[in-house]
């Protein structure tokens, strides 16, 4: 009986490591209203461009403040031209850490973003949005890419990349002051890149997928503003919240098959 139960215990044990997973979050409601993500004024983050300034005010690129998915008002990630159009004009890219999330391998990264342009300013011209995931050597995994549709003034045409490689256009599109559920999920062989509503979650609308392998680590998140529009000229911004990534340890199933194999044997002998 004694040998029974340790038997019983290794396999408990075998197969609560297979479950086991790897996890970084952010949500951003342990920040303050209108933070910085400059100077390292949101915890995990940081910026790649100071912010301009008019006179001695500085007119922030990113900051915090609220917004609404699926219902629910919490503090979130805001990325653009909302408050700042001013010199220099330049691509702003925020990187969130990703350290500690595990292995590329069976992993997902997902989040929740919209896209906000305010047609009440007259400015009407818009600027393109990136989101991509690396890996801990900083090689990019995937990406997507958001760019004005001439044909419509509140849609942005989506496109993606897998492993580096060439940016592929698609039919999705994401629409202004809608709010979205995106995930990213990366198998031993393959990428994946889905969204759907904030309510409703991917379901099974694939923006793309391809080949990718990856013996690394996730490394960060970045997401970033390019303009397209001439400075002044445009007042659009991407907003983001609850960011996680998570990795599942592959079942150990040789491991697994040896121990039940043990004690299937101990149960016909007793």
């Keep these: 009986m004694k040998i029974y139960h340790t038997m019983l215990s290794a396999v408990c044990a075998v197969v609560a490591a297979g479950s086991a997973s790897a996890a970084v979050s952010y949500n951003f409601n342990s920040e303050t209203d209108f933070d910085f993500f400059t100077g390292g004024g949101v915890s995990g983050w940081s910026q790649d461009q100071a912010n301009p300034s008019i006179g001695s005010v500085v007119r922030p690129m990113a900051f915090i403040e609220n917004a609404t998915f699926a219902g629910t008002a919490s503090f979130a990630g805001h990325l653009g031209t909302e408050v700042a159009n001013l010199s220099p004009s330049a691509t702003t890219t925020l990187t969130g850490s990703l350290t500690g999330a595990g292995a590329v ?104 997928e391809g080949a990718l392998t990856s013996a690394d680590d996730l490394g960060a998140i970045n997401i970033s503003h390019i303009p397209v ?18 990795t599942t340890v592959p079942e150990p199933s040789s491991a697994l098959l040896l121990a039940l194999g043990g004690l299937a044997l101990i149960r016909r002998r007793r």
């Design 105 to 208: 391998s069976n992993s997902r990264v997902s989040l929740n973003f919209a896209i906000a342009d305010s047609v009440t300013s007259g400015l009407l011209t818009r600027d393109s949005f990136e989101i991509a995931i690396l890996d801990d050597t900083s090689s990019e995994l995937a990406a997507l890419l958001f760019t004005a549709d001439p044909a419509s003034s509140t849609t942005w045409k989506i496109s993606y990349r897998l492993a580096g490689g060439m940016l592929v256009d698609t039919a999705s599109t994401a629409i202004a002051g809608s709010g979205y559920f995106l995930a990213f999920d990366f198998s031993d062989t393959t990428g994946k890149i889905s969204y759907g509503t904030a309510t409703a979650g991917v379901g099974t609308n694939l923006i793309g």
């Design 229 to 246: 529009a001439a400075e002044g000229t445009s007042v659009n911004k991407i907003i983001f919240d609850n960011i996680n990534a998570a």
